[in-house]
Each structure stands twice: as structure tokens, then as C-alpha cells.
């Protein structure tokens, strides 16, 4: 079985900063990105940011300049650094292990964490 476990989130104020973190452990044998994912109440998940196994990164219009994504390929963990923090980053904060797969003849599907909430407030 695989699992995706985020860490990181809490409580910050305006202009503050924080890392969050994502572990996909199980049997893995290899994954093409990850991605770090928000969801707001009433709104609709969101790409925030992600990286290939490549180091390739794609960035929201909104966060670009004040996020940054990294991952540690050999230990199959994503990071995201926020800085400079909005109250409008609000959110539940999902990470996404893209088309991974379990082993060569394994079919690429798309793993999800259980989310952990990130509140922007003075």
C-alpha cells in the first residue's frame, strides 16, 4: 500500500512563513511528479505548485515569487516553502503523487494525502 502523510501546517500571521512536507512511503517503484494541491471552503481544488522527477517546476500565477517547490527523489518527499503568507492562502493543503507506480507492470495512478490545513491570520 502506498501513503502520502503531510506535515508542516498551522497557524501564521500575515507575511509569515512556513514549509510544509510529504512523505509517500509503501512499495514505490517510481513516480513522474508531485504536486501540492488547496483547497479553500466553498471553493475548488487547485494547483498550487508541482515538480517532475526532473526538477521541472510549474507554479500558480498567485504564489510565483513567494513559493517554492523541492523534492528529495530518493526519499520520495516533496516540500513546498511559503513565504511571505496572504490570509487568501487559507486552505487545506493536499499533496498528489502523479502516475506513480508500484512496480514495472504496475498501471500509473494518482495518490492523495490526507491534507493538512494552513491558516493565514492575524
Known amino acids: 500500500q502506498v501513503q502520502l502523510v503531510e506535515s508542516g501546517g498551522g497557524l501564521v500571521q500575515p507575511g509569515g512563513s512556513l514549509r510544509l512536507s510529504c512523505a509517500a512511503s509503501g512499495t514505490i517503484f517510481k513516480i513522474n511528479a508531485m504536486g501540492w494541491y488547496r483547497q479553500a471552503p466553498g471553493n475548488e481544488r487547485e494547483l498550487v505548485a508541482a515538480?517532475?522527477?526532473?526538477?521541472?517546476?510549474h507554479y500558480s500565477d498567485s504564489v510565483k515569487g513567494r513559493f517554492t517547490i523541492s523534492r528529495a527523489n530518493a526519499k520520495n518527499t516533496v516540500y513546498l516553502q511559503m513565504n511571505s503568507l496572504k490570509p487568501e492562502n487559507t486552505a487545506v493543503y493536499y499533496c498528489?503523487?502523479?502516475?506513480?507506480?508500484?512496480?514495472?507492470?504496475?498501471?500509473?495512478?494518482?495518490?492523495w494525502g490526507q491534507g493538512t490545513q494552513v491558516t493565514v491570520s492575524s
Open positions: 498528489d503523487a502523479d502516475n506513480l507506480q508500484r512496480s514495472l507492470i504496475d498501471l500509473p495512478r494518482d495518490y
Open positions: 515538480i517532475t522527477s526532473r526538477d521541472t517546476t
